[in-house]
């Protein structure tokens, strides 16, 4: 199992609107990434989220990404994710975009897709159907490995065109591409992610135990696959957890019982109706951190990870049991410092890491090199046009 941290400009309260705060909490969160990069996570995901203050001021994460692909070494920079509806990004752009940090990023690029968070989200870009994404990005998805394998592509489709062939440039970094990853909010979509071939992204509040049903039809679907949007099938799990764990098991404790936890979950209430939505306190109602009696059924429930690096070690194994391929963490989360974020990135990746992630290769680098391409490099057969590099008899 492999393992990785999730970044999304949670600026909770008061500093959502004091740009100095803003300010360091997005450079703080590369430092965040770097740090991870260090300690074995094979993983960091850059949300797309637009308009929702206080939950996320991440919107431009191809920019991060671009910053992180010249500030790490090892980790795998994910879109978490790329909103590939043409009315939001047009397709080409995504296309091109994609394929850039394919080569600056040394193949390390994830390309995970969706159609935004919610209603609200969509909103801030004038749409305001949320169900009309839905075909948005069926009509985008086939056609972005076309783009990446023809140089005459066209298009004629339900919400876009491209009626004059062209060569969408770059081409990514071959053999094969980016992986595609489909975020997995609403359970129907775990069965579609795996009919299509993609990873599921998991980004839930949910137990590990609610999700296992979940990852059950995302395998149900990818073994039924028999056309994946990509060149490759990419068979993997990726579930997001909470998680405090340090050296000194009362520490990790504690964090977990402060005042400010659960407010993050509160926004998923506001602004998510694409997801079910978490239990608890809904936001703008105050959050109920856990009591520490409380705390060990939240961990038994596997709502959390929680304790030294061994209980981490212990709690892990449902994840393990129920087929997740990767756990991600949202830092620096509630009620959780910079600092203590970064001192549990070390811990964990020096303490737990190891226990799990036996193999140096990046489980996608696996399958990509499966890939086989799927449409003709050109959809008619071009005409030779002499150019300055021909040869003169």
């Known amino acids: 199992m492999e393992f990785g941290i999730f970044l999304q400009g949670y600026l909770p309260g008061p500093k959502a609107h004091d740009t100095d705060a803003e300010h360091i909490a997005l450079t703080r969160e590369m430092e965040l990434a770097q740090a991870a990069d260090r300690h074995g996570f094979k993983f960091v995901w850059l949300t797309e989220h637009h308009g929702l203050t206080e939950y996320s001021h991440l919107s431009c994460n191809e920019i991060d990404a671009g910053y992180l692909a010249a500030s790490t070494r090892r980790i795998h920079i994910g879109a978490g994710i790329f909103n590939i509806s043409p009315r939001v990004n047009h397709p080409v752009r995504t296309a091109e975009k994609v394929a850039t940090l394919d080569h600056l990023t040394n193949r390390r690029f994830e390309f995970g897709t969706g159609r935004g968070a919610g209603s609200h989200e969509i909103g801030t870009l004038n749409i305001h159907d949320k169900e009309s994404t839905r075909a948005d990005y069926d009509d985008v998805i086939y056609e972005i490995v076309r783009m990446w394998e023809q140089k005459d592509y066209t298009y004629h489709g339900t919400h876009w065109d491209m009626d004059v062939p062209h060569n969408v440039l770059p081409k990514p970094w071959g053999p094969g591409h980016p992986p595609f990853w489909l975020a997995v909010g609403s359970p129907a979509t775990w069965e579609k992610a795996g009919r299509l071939g993609q990873g599921a992204l998991g980004f839930t509040f949910s137990s ?43 520490v990790a404790r504690e964090q977990a019982t402060r005042p400010g936890n659960g407010y993050l979950p509160s926004m998923v209430s506001l602004y998510h109706d694409t997801m079910p939505g978490p239990g608890g306190s809904r936001w703008p109602k105050p959050p109920r951190p856990p009591r520490e009696d409380q705390l ?10 929680c304790g030294s690096p061994e209980e981490v070690c212990e709690q892990l194994q449902p994840f393990v049991d129920y087929g997740a391929s990767q756990v991600c ?12 974020a970064l001192a549990t990135i070390e811990t964990f990746g020096t303490k737990v890491i190891p226990e799990f992630d036996k193999d140096p290769v ?5 399958y990509r090199a499966l890939a086989k391409p799927k449409f003709p490099t050109f959809n008619r057969e071009p005409l030779h046009i002499p150019t300055l590099y021909d040869t003169v008899d």
């Open 329 to 340: 963490f949202g830092l620096p989360g509630d009620a959780t410092s910079y600092e203590e």
């Open 296 to 305: 060990d059924a939240l961990i038994d429930g596997g709502y959390l990870l």
């Open 208 to 250: 590990v135990h609610d999700v296992a049903p979940w990852i059950e039809a995302y395998k149900k679907g990818i073994s039924e696959c028999t056309d994946p949007v990509g060149e490759f099938v990419n068979d993997n799990v990726m579930i997001t957890t909470a998680v405090r764990c340090s050296t000194d098991r009362a």
């Open 362 to 366: 990046v489980s996608t680098d696996h």
